[in-house]
């Protein structure tokens, strides 16, 4: 069952029945056999739209949200983005391979490679660093987890093999994997009721594998199920915007943005640079380079970033970052 709620502000004609299971087919569950068929599930909707609210609660606003530049943030919390110079995206190496090793199961599953695949699965990479002045410089990989559900018709001994020589070897660069390196393939054993099958779902529940994968912090808010002008979303993707740009900039190898904000409030309680020792300028120079190029307001991120656009299907897997074709990721040309 996939029940859909919330708050929709537009006055666009929506067929949420055909986008559900559209969705659905696309993941791949497409077959009872799956323990999940996109033609048969049942799909609720609870969805309020603008008339409806707008005699019901004192607080709704025509849309969207944020109308102009000026407008305040519609919620207080604390905003982080994070950048490293330890790969060219710019993101640690730990969660990017993890990502590349899904979307690699998901490519082969896809085009037949991977006939016993399902939809489901899970990826954990751990990496030996070394610290040098802060900077975090990958050594090896020490580590790799990988849990996918499958057919009943597989055997351990082929699954294992199959992600070892499709996924694996040509995801992870051989200079990062050694004798020592630690491979948990189906470490649990046979995995074949997965999905929603198998667990309860939640828009959001995966904040860390949406982020950094546990490098940085997190304020806690999700991205995920919002549009672009909720301040959980812009103020995270403002933040990251920043700290990739400094990085690019090469004005420091590692760097933490944390942006704060308040309900009804258009500015920023405050900025903050966390650099680690890896810049040759001070933390409040960089915070002056940081205010004199960007402006965080909560409708200034959602005009430069254009967030009014329908972008961001695409970020429901693979994480929100690290991914070029978005826009927060195309750093800006500081001056400074």
């Not at 969705?23 to 969805?47: A, H």
């Not at 751990?126 to 020490?142: D, L, M, N, Q, S």
């Not at 995966?206 to 490098?215: E, S």
């Not at 299907?313 to 800006?332: I, N, S, V």
Request: glycine fraction near 8%; charge should be neutral; aromatic fraction near 8%.
């Amino acid at each position: 069952m996939i029940f859909v709620c919330g708050d929709v502000a537009s006055k666009a004609q929506i067929d949420y029945q055909k986008i559900v299971r559209e969705t659905i087919k696309n993941i791949g569950y497409d077959s009872s056999s799956k323990g999940f068929d996109y033609k048969t599930c049942n799909v609720l909707l609870s969805v309020e739209e603008p008339e409806a609210l707008s005699l019901t609660s004192h607080f709704y606003h025509e849309p969207d949200s944020i109308q102009n530049e000026n407008d305040p943030a519609g919620d207080q919390g604390l905003m982080f983005g994070y950048a490293t110079d330890e790969t060219e995206e710019c993101m640690p190496l730990t969660i990017l391979l993890s990502h590349q090793l899904n979307a690699r199961m998901a490519s082969l599953r896809k085009n037949e490679q991977l006939p016993w695949a399902r939809p489901d699965s899970k990826t954990q990479v751990t990496v030996e660093y070394k610290f040098e002045k802060g900077a975090a410089i990958p050594k090896r990989v020490h580590t790799v987890v990988i849990s996918v559900q499958h057919d009943e018709h597989v055997t351990m001994e082929q699954l294992r093999r199959d992600l070892m020589e499709k996924v694996i070897r040509p995801v992870i660069p051989p200079q990062y994997l050694d004798q020592d390196t630690v491979y948990h393939l189906q470490p649990s054993g046979r995995f074949i009721i997965g999905g929603p099958q198998g667990d309860a779902g939640l828009t959001g529940r995966k904040i860390i594998v949406d982020t950094y994968g546990g490098w940085g912090a997190h304020g806690g808010g999700a991205l995920s199920g919002k549009d672009g002008a909720k301040i959980d979303r812009c103020g995270s993707y403002a933040a990251r915007w920043v700290a990739k740009s400094l990085v690019k900039a090469g004005l420091c190898r590692r760097v933490m943005v944390q942006i704060a904000y308040a309900v009804g409030v258009p500015e920023p309680l405050s900025i903050t640079v966390f650099s680690f020792g890896t810049s040759k300028k001070s933390e409040a120079e960089l915070l002056q380079i940081v205010k004199s190029n960007f402006d965080l307001r909560p409708g200034k991120i959602v005009n430069d970033l254009n967030l009014r656009r329908p972008i961001f299907k695409q970020t429901a897997c693979y994480g929100h970052f690290g991914r070029d074709e978005l826009p927060w990721e195309k750093e800006r040309d500081l001056i400074f």
